[in-house]
């Protein structure tokens, strides 16, 4: 006997699959990722000074030393004595902003007497708790991409070692953060690091020990 208006047996066990997912959906949670993202198309402007030198006679490159930074306008907040003093006493400060500052040398160099060998640094600024001193601090980038480390998480980057730094009367205000890597027009392997923002201004000597 046949049953017009029955199913087919194909057509019970898909239409009993769809009302299984259909089930199932209604009662599903939605999943909740576990992080975000933050993109930064514009990163803002980024600040570069080199020092290169080169062999007139060859046309060549001897050698580079170069800074990058990020170029944040200055927080007038910290005009005040009592706030500044707050949030820098004992602390490491992040050198510029946006992505990581960067001291690039590809020969060795000399900042404050210590000797840099040959690499690519990460810089942050760290102020003694007495606030009397700062210093420039020196962080692995190795150790940081294996920790994952962003440089708005300065305070947990780990410091190989400091050079100190000093303090100079200001002449100006810099409304913008700027580090320059200026030579002695009478030594060309003699450079100052000088470090500007607001009227805070501190330099280190730095001695690049490129052959004659």
Not at 63 to 71: D, I
Not at 92 to 102: A, M, P, Q
Not at 149 to 166: C, G, N, R, W, Y
Request: hydrophobic letters at 45%.
């Amino acid at each position: 006997m046949s049953y017009p208006y029955a199913m087919k047996p194909t057509t019970l066990l898909a239409f009993a699959a769809l009302c299984f997912l259909h089930t199932a959906n209604a009662y599903a949670q939605p999943s909740r990722p576990t992080f975000s993202l933050h993109e930064e198309p514009l990163l803002g402007e980024r600040g570069l000074s080199r020092v290169l030198y080169w062999n007139d006679v060859t046309d060549s490159p001897i050698a580079a030393v170069s800074v990058e930074f990020g170029r944040p306008l200055w927080n007038r907040q910290l005009d005040d004595p009592a706030r500044f003093d707050l949030l820098t006493k004992g602390k490491v400060w992040r050198l510029g902003s946006d992505y990581w500052t960067s001291l690039d040398n590809n020969v060795p160099i000399k900042i404050a007497g210590r000797e840099i060998p040959v690499g690519l640094w990460f810089l942050g600024l760290q102020r003694s708790a007495d606030g009397a001193s700062w210093s420039l601090a020196f962080i692995d980038p190795v150790k940081v991409r294996k920790a994952r480390l962003d440089a708005h998480a300065m305070s947990t980057a780990p410091i190989e070692f400091q050079v100190p730094l000093k303090i100079e009367p200001s002449t100006a205000f810099a409304d913008k953060f700027t580090m320059v890597l200026a030579a002695d027009k009478a030594n060309i392997k003699n450079v100052t690091i000088r470090i500007s923002w607001g009227k805070l201004q501190l330099t280190t000597p730095m001695q690049v020990l490129v052959a004659n």
